[in-house]
């Protein structure tokens, strides 16, 4: 079992930048890692992935504004979300999860337990 650990989440106001960090308790340097988003009311949104080279994908509405970034150490793992130019509607519950890739997709085996973001205008 691996345990994921989110931080970094807050309040700011439409056009500041947020940095999340998830720490992983291992190290699997074949799983990709990925962060979702899921705002009051809507389904689980996939925002970026990072695979297991470094490989990333966007969410079309954050591709500009977002980066997803990764650190391997030898006992843990770290996936960072940087996120810039904010606005209300990326007002969300956020999570990462981990997983196997699968031509070039991360297939989440396990999930982190979320950080709130709220973006005021």
């Known amino acids: 079992q691996v345990q994921l650990v989110e931080s970094g989440g807050g309040v700011v106001q439409a056009g500041e930048s947020l940095k999340l960090s998830c720490v992983a308790s291992q190290s699997i340097a074949e799983y990709g890692m990925a962060w979702y988003r899921q705002a009051p009311g809507k389904r689980y949104e996939l925002i970026g992935t990072?695979?297991?080279?470094?490989?990333?994908?966007?969410l079309d509405s954050v591709k500009g504004r977002f980066t997803v970034s990764r650190v391997n150490a030898k006992n843990t793992m770290t996936l960072f979300l940087e996120m810039n130019k904010l606005k209300v509607e990326d007002t969300a519950v956020y999570l990462c999860?981990?997983?196997?890739?699968?031509?070039?997709?991360?297939?989440?085996?396990?999930w982190g337990q979320g950080t709130q973001v709220t973006v005021s205008s």
């Open positions: 990072v695979t297991n080279v470094a490989a990333t994908v966007y």
């Open positions: 999860s981990i997983g196997p890739v699968s031509a070039g997709t991360v297939d989440t085996v396990f």
